[in-house]
């Protein structure tokens, strides 16, 4: 038999000792970093009870809610708030462009119909600018728009031109028992803008808008008025315009209730006041009534340019508009200026010329118009037909 082997008995160990081996094993479990394997794990010792979870996931998605709902109800009382001032501020412009409607001429002329046709896309107004009492019309302008093409065409006709009352003006005027001029055995003649004068109280407008129809040969659509009062305040409305005055202007009108003119040469700011005194000065001019148009023309392009930049959209468009419907006169309907209004962001002054109709001769007591040159300028800038070049007779052969 073989040697019998004796094997130790491993000795169980006490309970206190059993206690400390285990808590030293929890501890070395805690304080160890994870096996890479184990890493994604995420281990929890709570017990978690599922109603008690469901409960908290329904809770959280009821406060979502509840701030989603929060934030539509703010966002509606601001849109309630924006249509109310919207709708307070088209009401007042309604308003406002009604009584502007209100103002304009109730004329008892009555014109036969024009036998100009409306020409598609474009829209004409005369606009004629008095002096302070209303009587003389000493701006007479055609601006002409195409709504498709986007441009501006301002075509300016001199206060001096000789014109002669149709047969039908006449007729109105004997029948009224009002003046008919008669100059150099002409019944009828006058300046132009000595019409909107002898026309009488209620027909100035239709009268000059009449005349024009007739001296350019197309329809007027609408017609625009204002006073120098108007064009002070339009000025002061865009915050002045900056603007290269042509030369040294003084010119003292007060004994006949004008302004006192003396302006400097050069760039300046202008306001209201300072622009009157531009645009109204002539006495120094060798052309007189002709170049006061053409810095006329040229300051109503610096305005329109400073009416369409950015910073008179966004902060004085609003005085503008008030203004404008304030200190005008106009016979165009609430509803067609609210169709046209769109219009005025698609105005690029690259896309705006300014002319003054043809004359012939030396300007003296009238300026005589030249008729066919003033045709070429219609169909150039109203219908888009351009002159055609004159043929030079002595041609050189190469």
């Not at 929890?44 to 959280?60: H, I």
């Not at 000789?162 to 109105?172: A, G, K, L, N, S």
């Not at 004997?174 to 026309?199: D, F, M, R, S």
């Not at 043809?358 to 066919?372: A, H, I, Q």
């Amino acid at each position: 038999m073989g040697e019998k082997r004796e094997y130790r008995r491993r000795r169980r160990p006490s309970d206190d000792m059993d206690m400390e081996l285990r808590q030293r094993q929890v501890r070395r479990r805690q304080t160890r970093a994870p096996y890479p394997e184990e890493q994604h794990r995420v281990v929890t010792s709570e017990y978690v009870d599922p109603r008690r979870a469901a409960k908290g996931r329904r809770m959280a998605k009821l406060k979502a809610e509840q701030r989603k709902r929060k934030r539509r109800s703010i966002l509606l009382v601001i849109a309630l708030i924006l249509i109310l001032i919207g709708t307070y501020a088209a009401a007042k412009v309604w308003v406002k462009m009604d009584q502007w409607q209100g103002k304009a001429e109730k004329s008892d002329f009555v014109v036969s119909a024009s036998d100009q046709e409306k020409i598609k896309d474009v829209i004409n107004v005369a606009v004629l600018g008095t002096d302070e009492d209303g009587f003389r019309a000493d701006v007479n302008m055609l601006v002409s728009f195409n709504t498709t093409t986007k441009e501006l065409h301002m075509i300016s006709v001199p206060r001096d031109t000789r014109v002669v009352m149709t047969d039908e003006m006449i007729r109105h005027l004997n029948k009224e028992g009002e003046y008919i001029p008669q100059q150099n055995g002409v019944y009828g003649q006058c300046k132009l803008t000595e019409l909107h004068a002898y026309a009488g109280e209620g027909n100035r407008s239709t009268f000059s808008v009449a005349m024009m129809e007739e001296l350019l040969g197309v329809k007027v659509d609408y017609y625009i008025k204002f006073d120098l009062t108007a064009f002070k305040k339009v000025v002061d409305a865009v915050g002045g315009v900056d603007f290269y005055v042509p030369m040294n202007m003084y010119w003292d009108m007060t004994d006949t209730g004008g302004p006192l003119i003396n302006l400097r040469e050069g760039m300046q700011h202008l306001d209201g006041e300072k622009a009157e005194q531009l645009v109204r000065f002539r006495d120094g001019y060798a052309q007189k009534d002709l170049k006061r148009i053409e810095v006329q023309q040229e300051f109503i392009m610096a305005l329109i340019e400073k009416v369409c930049s950015s910073e008179t959209l966004l902060n004085r468009l609003d005085d503008l508009v008030e203004v404008v419907l304030d200190c005008t006169e106009s016979d165009i309907t609430v509803t067609e200026a609210l169709k046209y209004v769109k219009y005025v962001k698609d105005l690029d002054p690259a896309k705006i010329t300014s002319d003054t109709v043809p004359y012939v001769g030396d300007p003296g007591k009238y300026v005589e118009m030249d008729e066919e040159g003033t045709k070429e300028l219609i169909d150039w800038r109203i219908h888009g037909i351009e002159p055609v070049a004159e043929d030079t007779e002595d041609m050189t052969n190469e």
